[in-house]
T-cell receptor, first 116, second 115 residues
């Protein structure tokens, strides 16, 4: 069964460093999402992406964040200068066709980011 | 704005016990409601969903009914198994942009089932 994959599973970085989290969505999916979950808190929407541009972003997704689909398979989330409060589990999700009613979002296993 | 509230956890049950996990929501329109489950080391998987009031979603013995009057979507299972041990997330879709837009999640609750 096709699945969303994410790498790495765990990333440890120093405050102020840049990190890139990688996701490979399901191959025929068109819409992509990033969510994050700070330990003990809710899963929060960060950004959605379609047709090589951001569709929607939350207030969390400030200028330190960017997303890219550099090729036909990868979908990346970059944090330019990490802060301690960026420590969280980051989930990637994809969806086949947004025009179909109530389509299921397929999630990856997450990347745990630890900022020291 | 939209929000989802789940009961506090964790929850520990013995095998074959009855399970209820409470979920209530706040939304301005008529959202679709979802339960996602995360097994250890895996991503979030859709467990069940309901798209309008009084709909009942069901899967793998789990059920949840969309109750508009109480703005609730409680998850139930009559007899849990050890394999049901996981984290359970209640979520809704943004009613302004439809079910295929971003999801608003609750905190999630960890369920542990003892043999």
């Amino acid at each position: 069964e096709p699945e969303v994959t994410q790498t790495p599973s765990h990333q440890v970085t120093q405050m102020g460093q840049e990190v890139i989290l990688r996701c490979v969505p399901i191959s025929n999916h068109l819409y992509f999402y990033w969510y994050r979950q700070i330990l003990g808190q809710k899963v929060e929407f960060l950004v959605s992406f379609y047709n090589n541009e951001i569709s929607e972003k939350s207030e969390i997704f400030d200028d330190q964040f960017s997303v890219e689909r550099p090729d036909g398979s990868n979908f990346t989330l970059k944090i330019r200068s990490t802060k301690l409060e960026d420590s969280a589990m980051y989930f990637c999700a994809s969806i086949a066709d947004r025009s179909l009613a109530h389509n299921e979002q397929f999630f990856g296993p997450g990347t745990r980011l630890t900022v020291l | 704005g939209n929000s989802v509230t789940q009961m506090e956890g964790p929850v520990t049950l013995s095998e074959e016990a009855f399970l209820t996990i409470n979920c209530t929501y706040t939304a301005t329109g008529y959202p679709s409601l979802f339960w996602y489950v995360q097994y250890p080391g895996e991503g979030l998987q859709l467990l069940l969903k309901a798209t309008k009031a009084d709909d009942k979603g069901s899967n793998k013995g789990f059920e949840a009914t969309y109750r508009k009057e109480t703005t609730s979507f409680h998850l139930e299972k009559g007899s849990v198994q050890v394999s049901d041990s996981a984290v359970y997330f209640c979520a809704l879709s943004d009613p302004l942009t439809g079910a295929n837009s971003k999801l608003t999640f609750g905190k999630g609750i960890t369920l542990s089932v003892r043999p």
